[in-house]
């Protein structure tokens, strides 16, 4: 019974769709982390002179 339970919730068109949102929503936040690393990791790097040095 639980099986057939769980199979219901992962069916609905709506519960699809909410998860969906909220997994684009966290790969956005990913994005956003990532890139705003690399921009601190090239001001230190300017900071510090440049790769060159």
Do not use: D, F, S
């Amino acid at each position: 019974m639980q099986e057939l339970e769980k199979r219901n919730v992962y069916l609905n068109p709506e519960r699809k769709r909410e998860e969906r949102r909220q997994m684009a929503g966290n790969i956005a936040m990913l994005l956003v982390v990532l890139i705003l690393g690399a921009i601190c990791i090239a001001a230190y790097c300017h900071a510090r002179g440049g790769l060159g040095r």
